[in-house]
T-cell receptor, first 115, second 113 residues
């Protein structure tokens, strides 16, 4: 158990819909990261938040957005869903402020299926 | 653009048959190289971080090494429970607190009893 929690575990929804994925980081970690894993693309970085502020952005679609709340949990919002958005979505957390030893620990993931 | 290439894509070993997995990388400046293990349908599990060429780290039957262009994950006398996908990732030297990882596509290891 990494200490990172994600809900829900599974999500099945229809094209065009909107969903929200939730992540709680490990106790004491200030940085939260979102990654998408699909069969053809592997693990792709989406976005990072540090202590409530956006710090880095990867290949995140404009239909996707995220935020980190004062209690440090984070939500990833996916809208106007398409079949190609079906994937595993992982949240990871790290202390976020160390130069070394800033390992990212991953949650169990949310499996999103768009039908 | 940071790139990570892992080989082989898949590896089948007999129990006790040692081998190595390769991770080649190109990055503007390396902050760290990470190895993770991932079981099907689960989140990646952190194994090692390497920071500079020549560094080595060990954990049970696994040993990770780093050069300026590649990293190796050596598996000594593997057991069936070592079967998993092993992922390599690099973290570039960014300013501030940007810390994203760029992952390779992984090596799927199967250890047969």
């Amino acid at each position: 158990d990494s200490g990172v929690t994600q809900t829900p575990k599974h999500l099945i929804t229809a094209t065009g819909q909107r969903v929200t994925l939730r992540c709680s980081p490990r106790s004491g970690d200030l940085s939260v990261y979102w990654y998408q894993q699909s069969l053809d693309q592997g693990l792709q970085f989406l976005i990072q938040y540090y202590n409530g502020e956006e710090r880095a952005k990867g290949n995140i679609l404009e239909r996707f957005s995220a935020q980190q709340f004062p209690d440090l949990h984070s939500e990833l919002n996916l809208s106007s869903l398409e079949l190609g958005d079906s994937a595993l979505y992982f949240c990871a957390s790290s202390a976020g402020h160390r130069t070394v030893g800033d390992e990212q620990y991953f949650g169990p993931g949310t499996r999103l299926t768009v039908t | 653009e940071d790139q990570v290439t892992q080989s082989p894509e898949a590896l089948r070993l007999q129990e006790g048959e040692s081998s190595s997995l390769n991770c080649s990388y190109t990055v503007s400046g390396l902050r760290g190289l990470f190895w993770y293990r991932q079981d099907p349908g689960k989140g990646p599990e952190f194994l090692f971080t390497l920071y500079s060429a020549g560094e080595e780290k060990e954990k049970e039957r696994l040993k990770a090494t780093l050069t300026k262009k590649e990293s190796f994950l050596h598996i000594t006398a593997p057991k069936p429970e070592d079967s998993a996908t092993y992922l390599c990732a690099v973290q570039a030297t960014f300013s501030g607190s940007a810390r994203q990882l760029t992952f390779g596509s992984g090596t799927q290891l199967t250890v047969l009893p």
